[in-house]
């Protein structure tokens, strides 16, 4: 949703009519998750993906469609299909796509809540293809739609905690979680810096950046940072909001940066914090922070040496890892 919502909404803005492809479910070697989003113009403009390359150009034709007629379809392609060669899944595997004409009311709704905790559910087939509802601290809908309906959607958005297709009543339901945007916190303007930056840059991340050596940290150098503070790590995030949606990388090598950073960030329980670091230094650190007072179990959550081990060498190889532990860490994958 992240890395096409400001496309779209750029095109809704100057007019452009949009079909909005999503995937509903995968099987075997299909290289897109449930909830992978399309975009295409009537000017066959897109961006986003719901199979990597592989259905593309079958689910564009569908969607094209979809804009002149101003109906919503549910498509199915797999290596039983006679056309299987055609869409390009000859190499195993199936994929379920659900392609509309997209609603700019709707589309401003859910803007609106980006960054929050909330679910999309919408109705795929029957009499109520197309309804949707927005299910947060609050219901949101942008269509009329009989009470019972808005009931079951309610209910489905409710029971699930997953992007997930189910049944709610007589209906296929398709249920989308939408999780809050996710911020990199980054300690230290260094070159790995640079390139992480890049990384959390496409992957959707918010970026901050903090370091108190005003030259490692400049817009030139970062450019779409969200934020760049130059005071310590301490005092620049006193007031910060921590959340399960909270990674901090610490790259400076610096105790009297590390160590505030450390200091404030590990009491705060946050997703992932990663330090770059030797073991014999983080050692030391730890008998040096915790003789200041610090709980020493506090240190167990802490990823050093910092980012997957994939014999990383440069500074951009560096950075590569450290954004995979990230993404591991986000999508709960345990470490081999």
Not at 65 to 82: C, F, M
Not at 88 to 96: D, Q, R, S
Not at 297 to 302: A, D, I, K
Request: some cysteine; hydrophobic content about 45%; aromatic content about 6%.
């Amino acid at each position: 949703m992240f890395e096409i919502a400001e496309t779209v909404t750029i095109w809704l803005k100057a007019g452009t009519p949009i079909a909005l492809a999503t995937v509903v479910e995968t099987w075997g070697s299909s290289p897109r998750q449930a909830g992978a989003k399309m975009a295409v113009t009537d000017g066959m403009a897109m961006i986003g993906s719901v199979s990597g390359g592989c259905v593309e150009t079958a689910v564009i034709a569908e969607m094209i469609d979809a804009l002149n007629d101003r109906r919503p379809r549910l498509l199915t392609y797999g290596v039983s299909d006679d056309d299987a060669w055609n869409v390009g899944l000859a190499c195993g595997g199936k994929v379920t796509v659900y392609a509309e004409p997209l609603d700019p009311a709707w589309w401003g709704l859910l803007n609106a809540h980006l960054g929050q905790s909330f679910t999309q559910v919408t109705v795929l087939s029957g009499e109520h293809a197309g309804l949707k509802a927005l299910v947060g601290d609050a219901v949101h809908t942008v269509q009329t739609m009989p009470p019972e309906v808005l009931h079951e959607l309610v209910s489905a958005a409710q029971s699930c905690r997953t992007t997930t297709r189910t049944t709610a009543a007589s209906w296929d339901v398709l249920i989308e979680v939408h999780r809050p945007q996710p911020t990199l916190i980054i300690i230290g303007g260094a070159h790995v810096a640079l390139a992480l930056r890049q990384y959390a840059d496409i992957l959707g991340f918010r970026v901050m950046l903090i370091d108190p050596r005003s030259a490692f940290a400049t817009p030139e150098r970062f450019p779409n940072v969200a934020q760049i503070s130059h005071q310590y790590p301490d005092k620049a995030l006193a007031d910060y909001n921590f959340s399960q949606e909270t990674y901090v990388a610490v790259l400076t090598h610096d105790p009297k940066i590390d160590d505030p950073a450390l200091r404030t960030v590990l009491p705060q329980g946050v997703a992932y914090v990663g330090i770059l670091s030797s073991r014999r230094t983080h050692k030391k650190r730890i008998e040096r922070l915790t003789a200041a007072g610090m709980a020493r179990e506090l240190f167990g959550q802490v990823h050093t040496p910092i980012g997957l081990d994939i014999g990383a060498q440069t500074p951009e190889e560096i950075a590569l890892a450290i954004m995979a532990e990230i993404v591991a860490v986000r999508n709960r994958k345990p470490k081999a």
